[in-house]
């Protein structure tokens, strides 16, 4: 069974950058798709960004052209740099993976999670 542990969140102003990763064990994912979800107080887990094993890559409208989503499958992990980040950007972040090739925002279509890391953005 995978077992994904996010690390890299932390608190930082607007502005600023933060790169988190996720690291996968118990399994290979170099043929899955990963995805980034994030979850704020009182709200739904959204889709973030996520990528395939051939590379191909989706963003959620609010952090297009600000976060980038990577991949390295020769180390079992996932990436996601943050940069530009706002207020709203606050939130826990999730790595998430899912068999096969079809990239989805769904949450219900991954079937392993990690179990998140904050991130805080302050004004």
């Known amino acids: 069974q995978v077992q994904l542990v996010e690390s890299g969140g932390g608190s930082v102003q607007a502005g600023g950058s933060l790169r988190l990763s996720c690291a996968a064990s118990?399994?290979?994912?170099?043929?899955?798709?990963l995805g980034w979800f994030r979850q704020a107080p009182g709200k739904e887990r959204d889709f973030v960004a996520g990528i395939t094993w051939s590379d191909e890559t989706s963003y959620a409208d609010s952090v297009k052209g600000r976060f980038t989503i990577s991949r390295d499958n020769a180390k079992n992990a996932v990436y996601l740099q943050m940069n530009s980040l706002k207020p709203e950007d606050t939130a826990v972040y999730y790595c998430a993976t899912k068999a096969g090739r079809v990239l989805v925002a769904v949450r219900n279509s991954y079937a392993y999670w990690g179990q998140g890391t904050q991130v805080t953005v302050s004004s």
């Open positions: 118990g399994g290979t994912i170099n043929r899955n798709t």
